[in-house]
């Protein structure tokens, strides 16, 4: 049975910053592309960024790019989601996922494996 359990969250001021991470278990991610998402209240989910298991090529929605940095340790199946300069703006309740297709990757539906999510509030 695969899992992805995120843990990290909490609360941090304006401006501080946030390491989320992503343990899988349950099977190898070979041939993945693993994914953060996002959802605050009132709102659709959002993707932030992928990452491909294997060669570790990245991508990064505008929105986030240049703040947040996505990064994978297959050794210990964990994925990260490093934020800085985090906003208030940027409370949600955030996701990891995995996709089978990297085609699939840039959509919410394209993924197969979802974690429970990990809340982020970021006071002003």
């Known amino acids: 049975q695969v899992q992805l359990v995120e843990s990290g969250g909490g609360l941090v001021q304006a401006g501080g910053s946030l390491r989320l991470s992503c343990a899988g278990s349950?099977?190898?991610?070979?041939?993945?592309?693993m994914g953060w998402f996002r959802q605050a209240p009132g709102k659709e989910r959002d993707l932030l960024a992928t990452?491909?298991?294997?060669?570790?090529?990245?991508y990064y929605a505008d929105s986030v790019k240049g703040r947040f940095t996505i990064s994978r340790d297959r050794a210990k199946i964990t994925v990260y989601l490093q934020m800085n300069s985090l906003k208030p703006e940027d409370t949600a309740v955030y996701y990891c996922?995995?996709?089978?297709?990297?085609?699939?990757?840039?959509?919410?539906?394209?993924?197969?494996?979802w974690g429970q999510g990990t809340q982020v509030t970021v006071s002003s």
């Open positions: 996922a995995a996709a089978r297709s990297y085609r699939g990757s840039f959509a919410e539906g394209g993924y197969d494996y």
């Open positions: 349950g099977r190898t991610f070979g041939g993945y592309t």
């Open positions: 990452i491909t298991w294997s060669a570790g090529t990245t």
